[in-house]
């Protein structure tokens, strides 16, 4: 990588931001973070409310301030400058369309303060219009379309300056499961077509999952984890990144020998397996956890496997089963199975099972 | 929905006459004035027949017509006034972060409402004295205007406030994010949006300005005659029904501005 080009794009560096009110001790809503994104990338802050993700975005909006760090774009230091001085435009949450304006005049604002000329600002509304399916609605007003109409006008009007970065706070949050389906791929279309960094905030781990080129999951005002949906999901890097994304099994082991790829250890049966280690954990021997996703396990017979337990319960979903179990340490686990034609073994609830976790399932998290 | 009858106020025994009491009070004396406003004879106690006489009479007298230039200066230049420093007083208290004073200076700002007209009056009166005397300024009638704005800005405030209260600051922040100045944004957004807040505040700043009398007789000056104290010089020498008729005139004029404020205040919701 040139020099020139590790200066491109967004750098959070080692930001964090204290909230502090009169008559109130001070909350800490960001500590020590530190992200790089890079152009053209769909990236996405995930966590549970309060982690602090909606926090980060509106600093990077300039709505807030760090109190350490910096936010820099394409090199340069924006951390103290204006909302109305940066390249940045954000997609609120309740969308914040102008009510006294039209569709029209509502895409066109940005332009207008840019002082873009007259001509210009014109093509650029018919675009704008074009691109997100509402040319028919150019002269309603707001009050006159659907909220999910109201969604491509608040994307129209954010795309429409050409921002090197587009923030998106939970704008899918606000429309029912089938419009927000088909905005999630939307979304995608757009970012595809303007070739626009897609900055979106989200607490929803299925929308991170499939939307995002990388994801920042963030928990308690600290990111946990950066990677791409399938790294974060197949390698966390810990019990918090784990447990928040998909569902999945936590068994507690004893380390015998570590690598910086991959961990020798051995369950609770006494049986001992293989586990992947995550990118920059540092692990000693001695007790550790490991993560299994209930997909990637399989249900065996009694004696057979590497883990021995007790079905306790099963649940049907249609395409698959689960299959809840107590293993012999009184933990609990969940296998999880397709439902295929044909599945000759079906053990009910009671019976001793056998669980086999096959080389490169298992992966070692941080505690 | 089904009404439940027996917490509706309307059901409640005895609320018929009450009510009709309650209006009979508040609006008889006021529409015997009205009445006699077109009485045909010089009594307004005794009605021979229906006439517009008085009306031509009132609108014919000069007296009339120089109070009625002098209320106009002074309550639309006051409302200017109370209505520019009402806005600027409303941003103030509720586009600001959360401070500590906050309450304080909501109260402050509310407060001349509380005090009794008459004390408000004679501290004006002591002020423009103390100018005079000591300082040898005599601002004319600018002392009425001043004095007049200064009370008119609690009532111009309170439906400035609670419009930008009812605004979605969300809005301010999304046309900075949109590149516009704190001056566009506010030209562009909060001042439109603000709109029906600011033309209600004119209303009542205006109306109230209008119709004052306490002050404005402790602080008027020798010819600085306004309407209602013109009025009020005319009930101590025999009383005509164009007495009625200057009332009547108003009257009308307060019941249109009202009426504009809460049309106003109603549109846009």
Redesign the interface.
């Known amino acids: 990588m040139t020099v020139l080009e590790s200066r491109q794009g967004l750098e959070i560096h080692h930001v964090g931001k204290v909230f502090s009110?009169?008559g109130r001790p001070d909350f800490r809503a960001l500590d020590d973070v530190s992200i790089r994104i890079r152009p053209n990338e769909f990236f996405t802050l995930l966590g549970p409310s309060g982690c602090g993700k909606t926090t980060l975005l509106r600093m990077i909006?300039?709505?807030e301030h760090p109190s350490e760090g910096e936010i820099r774009l394409d090199g340069a230091d924006i951390s103290v400058k204006?909302?109305?001085e940066r390249p940045?435009?954000?997609v609120?949450q309740?969308y914040?369309?102008?009510?006294?304006l039209t569709v029209e005049d509502n895409i066109s604002?940005?332009l207008e303060?840019?002082r873009r000329p007259k001509a210009s600002i014109d093509e650029t509304v018919t675009r704008m219009l074009a691109l997100v399916r509402m040319t028919e609605m150019r002269n309603r007003k707001i009050q006159q379309i659907s909220g999910g109409q109201q969604q491509r006008v608040a994307l129209a009007?954010?795309l429409a300056?050409h921002p090197k970065l587009l923030l998106l706070d939970e704008p899918l949050s606000a429309l029912d499961l089938k419009l927000r389906k088909e905005m999630q791929i939307e979304l995608k279309r757009l970012q595809h077509e303007t070739g626009i960094t897609f900055i979106f905030v989200t607490h929803d781990q299925e929308e991170a999952l499939t939307m995002s080129d990388r994801i920042a999951v963030m928990s308690a005002g600290r990111v946990q984890q950066i990677g791409s949906p399938r790294d974060i999901y197949d390698r966390p890097a810990n019990r918090f990144a784990a447990s928040f994304i998909g569902e999945t099994n936590f068994v507690t082991v004893k380390l015998l020998t570590v690598s910086a790829t991959s961990g020798e250890l051995e369950l609770p049966g006494g049986t001992v397996i293989h586990a992947g280690v995550p990118d920059g954990v540092k692990f000693s021997p001695g007790k550790a956890t490991i993560v299994v996703r209930p997909e990637h396990a399989e249900l065996v017979g009694a004696g057979a496997g590497n883990l021995a337990g007790t079905v306790t319960n099963i649940v049907y979903f249609g395409t698959d089963t689960h299959y809840h179990l107590r293993l012999k340490d009184e933990s609990s686990f969940i296998v999880r199975r397709q439902n295929r034609h044909g599945l000759s073994f079906g053990p009910a609830i009671g019976d001793e099972v056998g669980v086999l976790i096959g080389e490169g399932v298992a992966q070692l998290v941080e505690d | 929905m089904a009404k439940d009858r027996s917490t509706d106020m309307r059901y409640q025994p005895g609320f018929g006459p009450l009510a009709m009491i309650c209006l009979a009070v508040l609006y008889a004396p006021i529409l015997v004035l009205v009445a006699f406003a077109f009485n045909a004879n010089a009594s307004v106690a005794q009605w021979t027949g229906f006439s517009t006489k008085w009306f031509a009479t009132a609108l014919f007298n000069e007296s009339f017509h120089a109070a009625a230039l002098n209320t106009m200066l002074i309550s639309v230049s006051a409302t200017i006034i109370a209505t520019m420093a009402a806005t600027a007083a409303a941003l103030g208290t509720t586009r600001v972060k959360a401070w500590r004073g906050q309450t304080a200076a909501f109260m402050t700002i509310n407060l001349p409402l509380m005090v009794p007209e008459i004390i408000t009056a004679v501290s004006a009166l002591s002020f423009f004295a103390l100018l005079g005397q000591v300082f040898n300024i005599n601002l004319g009638i600018g002392n009425l205007i001043l004095a007049h704005s200064v009370f008119c800005i609690p009532f111009a405030y309170m439906p400035i406030r609670a419009r930008l209260e009812d605004m979605d600051f969300t809005l301010d922040q999304a046309a900075a994010d949109l590149y516009a100045t704190p001056w566009m944004t506010f030209r562009r957004v909060t001042l439109p949006l603000l709109m029906p807040g600011i033309a209600s505040g004119i209303a009542l700043a205006f109306i109230v300005s209008f119709d004052d009398f306490t002050i404005t007789q402790l602080v008027a000056g020798p010819g600085q005659t306004t309407l209602p104290i013109y009025i009020w010089t005319q009930v101590r020498r025999p009383i005509t029904p164009e007495l009625n008729a200057m009332c009547t005139i108003l009257l009308s004029i307060s019941i249109l501005f009202i009426s504009l404020s809460v049309l106003i205040g109603q549109k846009r919701r």
């Open positions: 009110q009169p909006a300039g709505f204006a909302p109305y940045v435009n954000t609120f309740s914040a369309l102008f009510p006294h604002f940005g303060m840019l009007r954010a300056p």
